[in-house]
């Protein structure tokens, strides 16, 4: 499988899940998705990783995004390894964990790296839209967690410069300035956002978040 690039149409599968089988397209629906793997059950950081996933729900919830985690490991280990992680991280697992006991989701999604190691998963993280293509793709070592308010603050952005003709600056966070597309006039840009348009540079210009 070749590696899946930012654009490319995520790929559908049906597996055995922590919540039953379950289709990748039909638990999305119309929802925006988070893919991530997890190297294996009962590993120290994927405990706390996804205890954090469950205590973030309702955020990921209020931006219509759906949470589906992956180990290599198989249902029933999962159920064991869930009772773990509700008791350690004092919450309770509430989206389902593909057991991908086969790796056929990991080669898929090209989640196994041999030079890491050639049969568990390193941390990858897929963002796919309501058109089910891939917006964004984040890969750590087995030895670093992820950061989910990074995971909230990047799904925030994308959800805004999918809807507004605009980007993102370096950390930015919802309600902050937005850079104006450089592909619009600055005169164009002062009738589009009428809250103001601040020129710093021609090429940089910054108005308020137009949702805000």
């Known amino acids: ?9 995520a790929p559908d599968f049906t597996a055995v899940t922590s919540e039953g089988t379950l289709n990748f397209y039909e ?6 998705g988070i893919l991530f793997s997890h190297p294996a059950d009962f590993t120290p950081v994927c405990t706390t990783e996804l205890g954090t996933a469950a205590k973030f729900k309702d955020e990921f919830d209020k931006r219509n995004v759906k949470m ?9 280990s999962h159920m064991e390894w869930i009772k773990d992680i509700n008791e350690t991280q004092n919450t309770k697992v509430n989206f389902p964990i593909v057991a991908d006991v086969e790796r056929k989701v ?12 050639d049969t568990l998963t390193v941390r990858s993280v897929f963002i796919v839209g309501p058109d089910k293509k891939i917006k964004l793709t ?25 809807n507004h003709k605009v980007a993102t600056p370096a950390n930015w966070k919802n309600g902050e300035k937005v850079v ?8 164009e ?24």
């Open 27 to 32: 638990y999305l629906g119309d929802s925006w």
């Open 68 to 76: 589906m985690a992956l180990s290599v490991d198989g249902a029933a």
């Open 180 to 187: 104006v597309s450089p592909s619009i006039p600055t005169e």
């Open 106 to 117: 990991s080669d898929l999604y090209d989640m196994i790296h041999p030079n890491a190691d």
């Open 1 to 9: 499988m070749a590696t899946l690039r930012l654009g490319d149409t």
């Open 189 to 212: 840009a002062k009738g589009i956002f009428t809250k103001g348009v601040e020129e710093i540079k021609p090429y940089l210009r910054l108005t308020p978040d137009p949702t805000t």
């Open 138 to 162: 984040l890969t750590y070592p087995a030895s670093t967690g992820r950061n989910f308010y990074e995971l909230l603050r990047v799904v925030d952005s994308l959800q805004l410069t999918a």
